[in-house]
C-alpha cells in the first residue's frame, strides 16, 4: 500500500496543525496505522497508532492529552491532530501501516512495513 503525508507546516508554539495519511491500493481498513517522528539527530520515535476500525488508540506520553490519532476508512485517511504544539514537537512526521487481522495497535516501528514520505513540522517559540 502507498501512503502520502500531508499537513506539516511552520507553527507557533500552541497552536495547532492536522495531518493526514492517504492511501491507495488495498482498504485501508485492514490496517493498523501509526504516527512517527524524527527530529535531527534522533531516532525515529513512536507518536500514535489506532486499529484497524479505530477503536484502539495509544498515544507516546509526550504527546498524550495534546495529540489525537483519528480515521475514515471510508476516505482512506488516517489524521493526527496536533494541538498546543510545543518546540519539541518539531520533527519530520511519518505514517506508517501494517496489514493485519486484529484489532491491535502497534507501537514498535519495527513493526510496520509501509511507510509515507514524511511530512516536515517545525514549531517556534
Known amino acids: 500500500v502507498q501512503l502520502q503525508a500531508s499537513g506539516g507546516g511552520s507553527v507557533q508554539a500552541g497552536e495547532s496543525l492536522r495531518l493526514s495519511c492517504a492511501t491507495s491500493?488495498?482498504?485501508?481498513?485492514?490496517?493498523?496505522v501509526g504516527w512517527f517522528r524524527q527530529a535531527p539527530g534522533k531516532e525515529r520515535e513512536f507518536v500514535a497508532t489506532?486499529?484497524?476500525?479505530?477503536?484502539?488508540?495509544n498515544y507516546a506520553n509526550s504527546v498524550k492529552g495534546r495529540f489525537t490519532i483519528s480515521r475514515d476508512n471510508a476516505k482512506n485517511t488516517v489524521y493526527l491532530q496536533m494541538n498546543s504544539l510545543r518546540p519539541e514537537d518539531t520533527a519530520v512526521y511519518y505514517c506508517?501501516?501494517?496489514?493485519?487481522?486484529?484489532?491491535?495497535?502497534?507501537?514498535?516501528?519495527?513493526?510496520?512495513?509501509?511507510w509515507g514520505q514524511g511530512t516536515l513540522v517545525t514549531v517556534s517559540s
Open positions: 506508517a501501516a501494517k496489514w493485519t487481522v486484529t484489532g491491535a495497535t502497534l507501537t514498535s516501528r519495527h513493526l510496520y512495513d509501509n
Open positions: 491500493g488495498r482498504p485501508f481498513s485492514d490496517y493498523a
Open positions: 489506532i486499529s484497524r476500525a479505530g477503536r484502539v488508540t
